[in-house]
Structure formats: structure tokens, C-alpha cells
T-cell receptor, first 113, second 116 residues
């Protein structure tokens, strides 16, 4: 089956630095990728929808200048958390769709210290 | 080890008939369980969640699910299917705690087809 690879699986960074998370579709072309974050015991929250070659569509309340999304190719989307703060510590997960099926990355645990 | 098994990759029901989407899980800790729906070209939408309160959980759009610990199941049901319910459904398990990193495991999804 289709595979979505998300990297890194875990990252610890200092407050004020930026962190980039990659999401790759390994054996299919994903025209649409989604980025989610999850707080403990909470449901996934959609952050943005990323379409190849165009600007991402951000959900209400998500700062686009803080969470930079780039979808430069049909197999790669990146999420950059800029000037990270401890409140950005969370679990981030990406999803890529092939036709109407969705596949999920393994997730990235971000801890900002 | 954690796992989530959605027993059917595709389910077809006639409009107006009941829906049953099955999900079994394994978890070392007390998990939170979720059902999400995804329509084409849309992000996941939360249908309902179980977080150790009432075992029968009511969600949006007439869906509900029952947490059965003895059967390690969290099946999603709806009494009467509507054409707009045609979508992909994901069962998700999340473990976590104050001193423990969250882990989140997705089922492989069940495609629900509604027949007119």
C-alpha cells in the first residue's frame, strides 16, 4: 500500500529557533497534503491544506507566518515552525491523499524547551 | 503494542439502512479513541471521541460508537445512512499522559458507499 514518510519522528529545539518537518509520499503522487496537530487527549486539529504548486489554505486561528507550509512537488510537503515557543510543543502529523484515499505519516513529536 | 484494526476496507449499505463500521484496538494504557471522517479533498473531521467517560459516545450527524473494553472494540454506527455519509472513515487510538509521550495510531480506513 501507499506509504507516507514523515521526518523527523521526534525533535527537541530551543525556544526561538525554527524547525522543519518533512512529509513525503513514497510511492504515489499526492496532489493534496494535510497538516494536523494534536494536544494530549485531544482530537486532531487540522492546521492547513497544502496543494502542490499553490499556497496552503490555513484553518481559522492558525498563523500562516508561524507555520510555513511548502508543497513544492507532488511528493513532498514541509511544515516549518518558525520562532518556536514552548506552547508549540505538540504532535504534528501529515496526511497525503491519492485519489480519494488518505495515508498518514508517523507523526512528529516537537518539544520546545 | 498499540494497534488499530478496521476490519472492513469497504462497506456498502443502502440509503436509509443502518451503518456499522468496525474497529478493534490494542493498547497498553487507557486509550482515547476517535472516529474521523474524510470527504474527498477535505481534511479529517472529528465525528466523536471516547476519553474514559461514558462508554456510549454520541457524535455528529447521528453517529455513535460504543467503547467495549472486554472486546477491545469501538465500532461506529448510525441508524439510517444518508447519501452524504459516503466517505472514508478512520478509527484512531491515542495514548498519552502527563509523563508519557502521546502516541497516535490510525486504522487503515473504511470506505463507506451508500447505495440509492
Amino acid at each position: 500500500g501507499a506509504v507516507v514518510s514523515q521526518h523527523p519522528s521526534r525533535v527537541i529545539c530551543k525556544s526561538g529557533t525554527s524547525v522543519k518537518i518533512e512529509c513525503r509520499s513514497l510511492d504515489f503522487q499526492a496532489t493534496t497534503m494535510f497538516w494536523y496537530r494534536q494536544f494530549p487527549k485531544q482530537s486532531l486539529m487540522l492546521m492547513a491544506t497544502s496543494n502542490e504548486g499553490s499556497k496552503a489554505t490555513y484553518e481559522q486561528g492558525v498563523e500562516k507566518d508561524k507555520f510555513l507550509i511548502n508543497h513544492a512537488s507532488l511528493t513532498l510537503s514541509t511544515l516549518t515552525v518558525t520562532s518556536a515557543h514552548p506552547e508549540d510543543s505538540s504532535f504534528y502529523i501529515c496526511s497525503a491523499t491519492e485519489y480519494t484515499e488518505a495515508f498518514f505519516g508517523q507523526g512528529t513529536r516537537l518539544t520546545v524547551v | 503494542a498499540q494497534s488499530v484494526t478496521q476490519l472492513d476496507s469497504h462497506v456498502s449499505v443502502s440509503e436509509g439502512t443502518p451503518v456499522l463500521l468496525r474497529c478493534n484496538y490494542s493498547s497498553s494504557y487507557s486509550p482515547s479513541l476517535f472516529w474521523y471522517v474524510q470527504h474527498p479533498n477535505k481534511g479529517l473531521q472529528l465525528l466523536l471521541k471516547y476519553t474514559s467517560a461514558a462508554t456510549l459516545v454520541k457524535g455528529i450527524n447521528g453517529f455513535e460508537a460504543e467503547f467495549k473494553k472486554s472486546e477491545t472494540s469501538f465500532h461506529l454506527t448510525k441508524p439510517s445512512a444518508h447519501m452524504s455519509d459516503a466517505a472514508e472513515y478512520f478509527c484512531v487510538v491515542s495514548e498519552g499522559g502527563v509523563n508519557r509521550d502521546d502516541k497516535i495510531i490510525f486504522g487503515k480506513g473504511t470506505r463507506l458507499h451508500i447505495l440509492p
